[in-house]
């Protein structure tokens, strides 16, 4: 049994760096068949824009790996209900004034800095920073932080989507609803596939390869995105 369950943790990390190593997921571009889509329309549009949010968070692999790590240990509905809300309040801000005061970050930079909020949760998992340095950081104002850099992330995007300036507000808050709404998804299907493997004997055991992995995704996405801002400067 333990062996099958390695096996599959193995299928799916494998699976994770296979979908990762494209150069469209590593830039976390916007597709080109949405971007001339929004580039063409004017006015209002609630349903394209809340399809658009959902699908930008569900496909967003570094927004996912962020939130298991986030709800990696967490246990109770209202501590899980707390951290995302957390999260959710960082990102949207964030997201809704970055588009509308037209606030530009270099894709690459804030995308690293994503990266880096892997990296720390991980490390936040393991108990590095307390085995390390002996100090615990606040992970409430964490999650919040790195919410709003996530919410930059997003605001980055919309921005490269050259959206109309009519029906601009309404267009943002769908975007917004649809950004939840995948979130709400993606962290349903992680807290069923956690949930059967917390009841396994090893989960601790296992938890620990996993969380090094995700680490090692975030440096991952951390060197690729610096890399591609240096080669972007020449």
């Known amino acids: 049994m333990q062996r099958k369950t390695l096996s599959t943790m193995l299928s799916t990390v494998v699976l994770i760096l296979v979908a990762i190593s494209s150069s469209e997921a590593f830039a976390h571009a916007v597709a080109e068949g949405d971007k001339g889509y929004i580039q063409e329309i004017t006015g209002t549009h609630i349903i394209a824009f809340m399809y658009l949010g959902a699908k930008h968070m569900v496909t967003g692999y570094d927004h996912i790996l962020f939130l298991l790590g986030v709800i990696f240990f967490l246990y109770r509905p209202k501590h899980i209900a707390l951290y995302v809300s957390l999260f959710a309040l960082g990102h949207s801000t964030t997201m809704l004034l970055g588009v509308y005061f037209n606030i530009g970050i270099n894709s690459y930079i804030i995308d690293a800095i994503i990266g880096l909020s892997v990296v720390y949760k991980a490390m936040d998992n393991l108990g590095a920073f307390q085995r390390w340095f002996g100090v615990q950081p606040n992970t409430k104002l964490a999650t919040l932080l790195f919410g709003f850099c996530h919410g930059f992330g997003l605001s980055s995007k919309i921005i490269d989507y050259d959206i109309s300036l009519d029906g601009l507000v309404p267009n943002l808050l769908a975007f917004n609803i649809g ?42 996405l951390i060197g690729y995105q610096l890399t591609g801002y240096v080669v972007a400067q020449y």
């Open 179 to 220: 950004v939840e709404i995948g979130q709400l998804l993606a962290l349903g299907a992680i807290l069923i596939l956690m949930g059967f493997w917390r009841r396994h004997t090893h989960f601790y055991r296992q938890a620990y390869s996993a969380n090094v992995v995700m680490m090692s995704l975030g440096f991952m």
